[in-house]
């Protein structure tokens, strides 16, 4: 991970705050073409701000301890990467793909309930909002237990749940899935 410790946050905020994001529609155009009837070009927008803290900048093991010994840190990278994501929401969002997955992998297990709907649920809002405006979807990666933010993710403006994971890897059955989703595609 890049993170190691407390002297890498001003390095880590620089770097979130240098990220540019300049629209590819050519290569786009030219992916979807090469699949033709063999496939759908979608747009992938990676992890929200706060995975990607989590998950791909210091891990989950790291994350946890510096949430709660320099949360204000971790919120000037959240804050910093929250800024950078709201311009490739609009990149995308006038963008050729019609759908769009961002997002995703939530652990119920270390993602509480009330970190869901302050740190995640906004930011997939804001970004459906834009999409839907423009008659797209939006789609996330729901591979883990769900349950435990399943009235949370009622409120998410995803369209499609992809890898969904079906008891007995989660924690839910499909028929249960389709009961609190009713209106998603969930594969």
């Not at 979608?42 to 900048?57: F, S």
């Not at 994971?165 to 028929?175: F, H, N, S």
């Amino acid at each position: 991970y890049l993170f190691k410790d407390e002297r890498d946050y001003p390095a880590l905020l620089a770097w979130f705050k240098s990220f540019r994001y300049t629209p590819a529609r050519e290569a786009f155009h030219r992916v979807a073409e090469q699949l033709g009837d063999f496939g759908y070009a979608y747009a992938w927008c990676g992890y929200d701000p706060m995975h990607e803290i989590m998950v791909k900048t210091m891990g989950v093991e790291t994350f946890v301890l510096e949430w709660m010994d320099h949360r204000e840190r971790v919120m000037d990278l959240y804050e910093a990467l929250l800024d950078k994501h709201r311009e490739m929401f609009r990149i995308v969002a006038a963008g050729p793909a019609e759908f769009i997955t961002y997002g995703g992998n939530i652990q119920p297990s270390i993602v509480s309930p009330t970190q869901f709907e302050t740190y995640y649920l906004p930011v997939y809002q804001e970004f459906g909002e834009q999409l839907h405006a423009r008659d797209k979807r939006l789609g996330a990666h729901t591979d883990d237990a769900t349950r435990n933010l399943s009235g949370l993710m009622t409120r998410c403006p995803w369209d499609v749940m992809e890898a969904f994971a079906v008891a007995p890897d989660g924690d839910m059955t499909l028929r249960e899935a389709g009961a609190a989703w009713p209106g998603r595609v969930i594969s």
